[in-house]
């Protein structure tokens, strides 16, 4: 079986989770063995630090810092192992997220954010990246209608306007991994987008 590493990226409230879901069970009916993680988290280790990274005040660095270490630990033990046995490993958010929300965002050094991906990851980069784009004002609405917002959910769109130009900037450093989706539409019209993506690369 062909390892495939895949992330899924985009502001809060971008609508990944319906699509993480829905993807799985295509990957798996071709059958891929599917691991589905998370980050920050996806280690018992790293989902700590992810209590700490979404409730406590710090700032751009200390959060940076606290996403890799929990990156280092979760590669270490639940990406490698997955890709060395030939699965299919979906990932919601990774490394792209950390130069939008703390490069973008919090205004963090982008050399100082490559210096740690470089050290944390060994070169390992996502198969693909699925990237869900949409106004900050319409991905403030969906969140206001589902859930309490932690401490990136309560910045002001303009701190979103910041996050989603990092991703704009490392989707065009990265043209090859990355699939921009245009999460504005519909539920069913966002499928049959990354249906596309899958049936292009014959996935
Ligand atoms: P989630 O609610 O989609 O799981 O994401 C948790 C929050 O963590 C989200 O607001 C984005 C933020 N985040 C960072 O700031 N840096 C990172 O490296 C990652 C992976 C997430």
Redesign the pocket.
Known sequence: MVARFITFEG??GAG??THIAALTAYLSDKGATVVGT????GTELAEAL?EL??HRRMDGLT??LL??A??RDHLQRVIEPALAAGQTVLC???????????GG??GMDAGVLAALEQWVQQGRQPDLTLWFDLPPAQAAQRRAAAREA????QQDLAFFER?RAGYAQRAADAPARFARIDASRSVAEVAAQIQAVMVARQW
């Open positions: 502001i809060d990944k989770s998370r980050e920050p988290g992810r990274v979404l959060e940076a996403v890799f929990g990156r919601d958010r990774f490394t792209d997220a950390t130069f939008a929300y703390q965002g919090r932690d401490r990136f959910e996050v």
